[in-house]
C-alpha cells in the first residue's frame, strides 16, 4: 500500500526593530533655531509590535524636544512594516549657556518595547551656530502730524543671538502720495554694537514737509 511521512519543521519567530536615517544625522543651527530630524524605524521580523514608546535621553538643558509619535506614548509596527519618526530641537536663545556658539547637543532617540524585548537607539548630534539674532520692539510704527512738525518713533533692538554684532543703520523715507516737497527722516544712532543680550534703543524722527499731500 501507499506510505506517506510527515515532518514537522519548527518556526523560529524573527525579532527586530532597526532605526534607519533618511538623513543626516549631524545638523547644526543658530539660537532660536529649530532643527527636524527625520529617522525611518523598520521592522523586519516576524514578530508584529504594539506597545512600542519613544523615549529620548541626552538633550542639553533649555532646549526643547518634540517628537511624532509622541515621547512615551504607545504605538505599534505590524511585522515587515515600516514608519517614519521625527523628532524636533529648538535651540534656546543665544544668552543661554547651552547656546554658546560650539556647543554640541546630542540627543539619544529610543524605541523600546516588549515582551520580547525589543530597542533600537540612535543618537542626533546638533552644533550650535555663532550668530546674532536681532529682535525690534515694535515691529512697526505709526504717527501723524500737520506740515512741518517732527513725528517721533522709538525702537528698541535687542541681540538675541551668542555673538557681538555692530548694526550700521540707514533710514528710506517712501512717500506714496507723491507729496512735491521731500521728507526728513533723522536717526538718533547710525551705528549699535549689541552684545548678547544686549538692547539698544533707537529714535527715529520724520518731519512732515511744506505741502504734504495726504495718501488717500
Known amino acids: 500500500g501507499n506510505s506517506s511521512e510527515y515532518a514537522t519543521l519548527p518556526l523560529t519567530p524573527s525579532l527586530s526593530l532597526e532605526i534607519e536615517p533618511p538623513s543626516s544625522l549631524a545638523q547644526s543651527a543658530g539660537p532660536g533655531e529649530t532643527v527636524t530630524y527625520t529617522l525611518r524605524l523598520r521592522n523586519p521580523g516576524t514578530i508584529g509590535y504594539t506597545n512600542l514608546r519613544l523615549n529620548r535621553s541626552g538633550t542639553l538643558s533649555g ?19 515600516t514608519r517614519l519618526v521625527t523628532a524636533t530641537l529648538r535651540l534656546p536663545a543665544g544668552t543661554d549657556p547651552s547656546a554658546a556658539a560650539g556647543r554640541v547637543d546630542r540627543t539619544t532617540v529610543q524605541i523600546t518595547g516588549g515582551p520580547p524585548t525589543v530597542n533600537a537607539a540612535v543618537q542626533l548630534v546638533t552644533t550650535v551656530l555663532p550668530r546674532p539674532v536681532i529682535l525690534r520692539t515694535p515691529a512697526t ?49 547710525s551705528v549699535l554694537t549689541l552684545a548678547p543680550g544686549a538692547e539698544g534703543r533707537l529714535g527715529v524722527s520724520v518731519t512732515v514737509p511744506q505741502g504734504a499731500l495726504q495718501n488717500v
Open 141 to 189: 510704527s505709526s504717527g501723524s502730524g500737520r506740515p512741518q512738525t517732527v513725528v517721533p518713533h522709538a525702537f528698541t533692538l535687542r541681540n538675541n543671538g551668542n555673538v557681538t554684532v555692530t548694526l550700521d543703520i540707514a533710514a528710506r523715507t517712501i512717500d506714496p502720495a507723491n507729496s512735491p516737497s521731500g521728507w526728513n527722516t533723522s536717526l538718533s544712532a
Open 63 to 81: 532646549w526643547t524636544f518634540a517628537s511624532t509619535p509622541l515621547a512615551n506614548s504607545v504605538f505599534s509596527l505590524p511585522a515587515g512594516a
